[in-house]
């Protein structure tokens, strides 16, 4: 449970809240969770823009923002993080264009292994979870071009575009992976067993609520068959109870390839990212597209060429 308390401070003389050509805006904000709930931090973010017109009617701005969350109190854990995942800051579509939703900072990447032994590295076979980060910085240099009055009537708003970025600072995850695997906090969960030096497949036994190995009734004399139960053989209807019967049973388990599990991205080097876009004040609202080039990215972070967004203006 969160209990919070926040204000911010504002400055703002922007001559146009939807389309502003000239003016600045000055945003200091903190929110404060700790008065009763479960969950205590200080959260602190600082906002500002600038616009100008340059060349006559061109519009050029520049933004920069940063954050900080900062937990008070105990860890509930050994390798707890203190902030909550929902709690921290994620970067990355819309904030930074040429990258994908939360596309930018700290990140586990999990990588199977196929049945031959090969780590696969193929980018749509690769799962990853953004884990968000402690501290933020972003920036943003913009140029809006002119159009004619018909263009302009039809609210389009072309512009070229800089951004720039990052997130990191959270507490390393304990990582899954082979014994092959040499990196920190790493926990063995399978190893190389088989005569042909491939590795076993992960076997996780399913168990009740309890704890107790679960067993299917495969025997097709038995009145219970199809049935699950914790005797290995025989049968019953209670956990711990007495097993009824000799024949034998299977094992309840979930297998799955192997695979290993890599830490990316918690660091504060740039990203950053050029690119053309277009804003059209549509009769549904706000409509931005964009094309954009990663030109500095870290490994783990993942990148995208082309978004479009609803409600969303820069």
């Not at 973010?45 to 109190?73: C, Q, T």
């Not at 509930?76 to 939703?101: N, Q």
């Not at 402690?134 to 913009?142: D, M, S, T, V, W």
């Not at 309840?252 to 890599?262: G, Q, R």
Request: net charge positive; proline share 5%; charged share 20%.
């Amino acid at each position: 449970m969160t209990s919070s308390l926040g204000y911010s401070l504002v400055f703002d003389n922007l001559n146009n809240r939807i389309r502003p050509s000239k003016g600045q805006r000055f945003i200091f904000s903190q929110d404060f969770a700790g008065l009763g709930g479960s969950v205590k931090y200080l959260r602190t973010r600082v906002d500002a823009a600038k616009y100008w017109k340059v060349l006559g009617n061109f519009i050029f701005s520049a933004g920069a923002e940063a954050g900080h969350i900062m937990p008070f109190g105990k860890s509930r854990g050994v390798g707890v993080d203190r902030i909550r995942l929902t709690d921290r800051f994620f970067l990355g579509e819309p904030e930074m264009r040429g990258f994908d939703i939360r596309g930018i900072g700290p990140r586990v990447v999990r990588q199977f292994y196929d049945a031959n032994g090969a780590l696969v590295t193929a980018r749509d076979q690769v799962s990853d979870d953004s884990l968000g980060g402690r501290y933020y910085y972003k920036g943003r240099l913009e140029l809006e071009i002119p159009l004619g009055s018909g263009a302009r009537e039809m609210g389009l708003r072309p512009s070229f575009f800089l951004d720039v970025g990052s997130v990191w600072g959270v507490k390393r995850p304990q990582l899954l992976g082979s014994a092959r695997n040499t990196s920190p906090n790493v926990t063995v969960i399978f190893s190389d067993t088989n005569a042909d030096g491939k590795l076993d497949p992960i076997v996780r036994p399913i168990t009740d609520t309890g704890g107790n190995a679960l067993y299917t009734v495969v025997d097709t004399t038995s009145a219970d068959i199809g049935k699950s139960t914790t005797c290995v053989t025989g049968y019953s209807g209670t956990a711990g109870g007495t097993c009824v019967g000799s024949f034998a049973n299977t094992a309840l388990a979930n297998t799955i390839n192997p695979f290993e599990e890599f830490y990316f991205g918690d660091t504060w080097k740039p990203r950053l990212s050029v690119g053309f876009g277009v804003n059209w004040n549509s009769p549904f609202g706000p409509f931005r597209i964009d094309i954009a080039k990663a030109l500095l990215k870290e490994p783990g972070d993942d990148t995208k060429l082309i978004t479009f967004n609803v409600g969303t203006q820069f």
